[in-house]
């Protein structure tokens, strides 16, 4: 079994060492993010309503997937468009044999764990030369230069499941002008960044550390993989927080439904008195074996017992696709509990495996391999809310 390493994390010390904190106000975060949800799902269906449309009606005129909510498909420009703002230079200036030789890395670290080592030294220093190169002066607003920045997101290993997204959407621009794909791509851009403005004066307080920890990461970050990661920006924080509150709306009637549902607890949560976690493999998986009584994952797993609702540890969200295969066609519902800038991504898998999920936030990012090893926490009555 792998080793659960956070018996010497330190507790945190204050807002200062994180990108984001919800613990500031947790009821006041979840009051915030539900209300600018509702406006942003009615600004974005305002400004760009007759393109989903005409989207919803090339997918099912194509038969590419069973049909998503409409909400689901309004999120997905907001998407293009903030990685479009943040990364689309950099793609444009991406060469070929780097992306290949990248997107193979990503590949074989997931596919054999045993090799995660090497190719995470090769990816580091990949995503740091093309992070250190000059970006294009200008992005490229049209097919080529869209299904290009797709290629480089998926590349990076660190946008599967939003590239995946944005294939669909390079297909239905393929069905458009030159100039109605210049006009959309542009519409997006604008979109997006509507979006941060306002994300940053709404939700802003709960993410002050952010800019402060990217201006860190060039150096403390060079050549290691998650240096990507871990410079991603406030807009790219919201947008994830705001993702995550749709879907948790749309799978909400599945989740419901489902009989047996199991939480999915990150090992940054374990917090045992001496030593490592003890936790115990159990049918793929890890279980809380109780060792120490004030670690949040005991206190967790024993308040929700009685309501027999069951516990699961995830060592890495690395492994996190792995763990979920266990539950794919079992009928059991899915709380995820992640950091911020894992859940979209975990969204999106539990949905491609017709696994009915809700989402609940970290209170504060603590992971000793990308962040400042803390034992992290949740808020409990937002675990039970969603419950």
Same mark, same amino acid.
């Given at each position: 079994?792998?080793?659960?390493?956070?018996?010497?994390?330190?507790?945190? =010390?204050?807002?200062?060492?994180?990108?984001?904190?919800?613990?500031?106000?947790? =009821?006041?975060?979840?009051?915030?993010?539900?209300?600018?949800?509702?406006?942003?799902?009615?600004?974005?269906?305002?400004?760009?309503?007759?393109?989903?449309?005409?989207?919803?009606?090339?997918?099912?005129?194509?038969?590419?997937?069973?049909?998503?909510?409409?909400?689901?498909?309004?999120?997905?420009?907001?998407?293009?468009? @903030?990685?479009?703002?943040?990364?689309?230079?950099?793609?444009?200036?991406?060469?070929?044999?780097?992306?290949?030789?990248?997107?193979?890395?990503?590949?074989?670290?997931?596919?054999?764990?045993? @090799?995660?080592?090497?190719?995470?030294?090769?990816?580091?220093?990949?995503?740091? =030369?093309?992070?250190?190169?000059?970006?294009?002066?200008?992005?490229?607003?049209?097919?080529?230069?869209?299904?290009?920045?797709?290629?480089?997101?998926?590349?990076?290993?660190?946008?599967?499941?939003?590239?995946?997204?944005?294939?669909?959407?390079?297909?239905?621009?393929?069905?458009?002008?030159?100039?109605?794909?210049?006009?959309?791509?542009?519409?997006?851009?604008?979109?997006?960044?509507?979006?941060?403005?306002?994300?940053?004066?709404?939700?802003?307080?709960?993410?002050?550390?952010?800019?402060?920890?990217?201006?860190?990461?060039?150096?403390?970050?060079?050549?290691?993989?998650?240096?990507?990661?871990?410079?991603?920006?406030?807009?790219?924080?919201?947008?994830?927080?705001?993702?995550?509150?749709?879907?948790?709306?749309?799978?909400?009637?599945?989740?419901?439904?489902?009989?047996?549902?199991?939480?999915?607890?990150?090992?940054?949560?374990?917090?045992?008195?001496?030593?490592?976690?003890?936790?115990?493999?159990?049918?793929?998986?890890?279980?809380?074996?109780?060792?120490?009584?004030?670690?949040?994952?005991?206190?967790?797993?024993?308040?929700?017992?009685?309501?027999?609702?069951?516990?699961?540890? @995830?060592?890495?969200?690395? *492994?996190?696709?792995?763990?979920?295969?266990?539950?794919?066609?079992?009928?059991?519902?899915?709380?995820?509990?992640?950091?911020?800038?894992?859940?979209?991504?975990? *969204?999106?898998?539990?949905?491609?495996?017709?696994?009915?999920?809700?989402?609940?936030?970290?209170?504060?990012?603590?992971?000793?391999?990308?962040?400042?090893?803390?034992?992290?926490?949740?808020?409990?009555?937002?675990?039970?809310?969603?419950?």
């Amino acid at each position: 079994m792998e080793q659960l390493n956070s018996g010497n994390m330190n507790q945190p =010390g204050g807002i200062e060492q994180f990108a984001y904190d919800l613990s500031i106000d947790e =009821g006041e975060f979840y009051c915030r993010l539900s209300d600018f949800t509702d406006d942003q799902l009615a600004a974005i269906d305002d400004c760009i309503g007759g393109t989903i449309d005409r989207f919803i009606a090339h997918m099912l005129m194509t038969g590419a997937e069973n049909p998503r909510s409409r909400n689901e498909y309004l999120l997905e420009p907001l998407i293009a468009g @903030i990685l479009w703002n943040e990364y689309a230079c950099r793609s444009r200036a991406a060469k070929m044999s780097q992306l290949i030789r990248l997107s193979v890395y990503s590949s074989a670290r997931n596919i054999r764990p045993s @090799i995660k080592r090497f190719c995470d030294a090769k990816k580091g220093k990949l995503i740091t =030369g093309m992070l250190n190169a000059p970006a294009a002066e200008s992005e490229n607003p049209d097919l080529h230069g869209f299904r290009s920045f797709v290629r480089w997101l998926a590349s990076t290993g660190e946008f599967i499941e939003e590239a995946k997204r944005l294939e669909h959407w390079a297909g239905f621009l393929a069905a458009q002008s030159k100039d109605a794909q210049a006009e959309m791509i542009e519409q997006w851009s604008a979109l997006a960044a509507a979006f941060a403005a306002d994300a940053r004066i709404r939700l802003g307080l709960f993410t002050s550390g952010v800019e402060r920890i990217r201006k860190d990461v060039p150096v403390r970050n060079r050549n290691r993989e998650n240096r990507l990661f871990c410079g991603r920006s406030e807009a790219e924080y919201h947008m994830n927080m705001f993702a995550a509150e749709v879907m948790n709306r749309e799978f909400r009637r599945g989740f419901a439904a489902a009989e047996k549902k199991v939480v999915l607890l990150p090992a940054c949560m374990s917090h045992p008195g001496r030593g490592s976690c003890r936790a115990a493999e159990s049918d793929g998986s890890l279980a809380c074996s109780g060792c120490t009584a004030s670690c949040q994952v005991n206190i967790l797993t024993s308040a929700l017992a009685p309501y027999r609702v069951g516990t699961s540890i @995830i060592p890495h969200s690395s *492994g996190f696709s792995r763990y979920l295969k266990r539950w794919e066609g079992t009928g059991t519902a899915l709380v995820g509990v992640a950091c911020v800038l894992n859940l979209l991504r975990g *969204g999106y898998e539990m949905r491609g495996l017709g696994i009915p999920a809700q989402c609940v936030f970290l209170d504060y990012s603590g992971c000793a391999k990308h962040w400042n090893g803390c034992a992290t926490k949740l808020s409990a009555s937002q675990l039970f809310h969603v419950l």
